[in-house]
Nanobody, 120 residues
Framework: QVHLVESGGGLVQAGGSLRLSCAAS????????LGWYRRPPGKQRELVAQITSDGSTNYADAVKGRFTISRDNAKNTVSLQMNSLKPEDTAVYYCKAEGVSYRLTTISDWGQGTQVTVSS
């Protein structure tokens, strides 16, 4: 079992910036992929960005050029720098970790979510 704690959400005006952080703890042998997802109001959860242990990244088209994902492998943390925020970025943002535990079981765990609201 891996525990993920997100922080950094809040209310910001359009054009502003926010930085989300997520820390993973527990029986972690290796985290292969860390990602950020979001669930806009009335919609399904969607991928925002992912980063692998070797630093490869993947972004949703809607956030390319505005959001940057980064991670600290030693601390098992991942961050999402969000710039030029738009009202359509309003959502609950979730951190996800995928990897292997000390018991050699698969890790696929979610954080509790943090609200990001962008006003126009």
């Amino acid at each position: 079992q891996v525990h993920l704690v997100e922080s950094g959400g809040g209310l910001v005006q359009a054009g502003g910036s926010l930085r989300l952080s997520c820390a993973a703890s527990g029986e972690i042998l290796r985290i292969n992929t860390l990602g950020w997802y979001r669930r806009p109001p009335g919609k399904q959860r969607e991928l925002v960005a992912q980063i692998t242990s070797d630093g490869s990244t993947n972004y949703a088209d809607a956030v390319k050029g505005r959001f940057t994902i980064s991670r600290d492998n030693a601390k098992n943390t991942v961050s999402l720098q969000m710039n030029s925020l738009k009202p359509e970025d309003t959502a609950v943002y979730y951190c996800k970790a995928e990897g292997v535990s000390y018991r050699l079981t698969t890790i696929s765990d979610w954080g509790q979510g943090t609200q990001v609201t962008v006003s126009s």
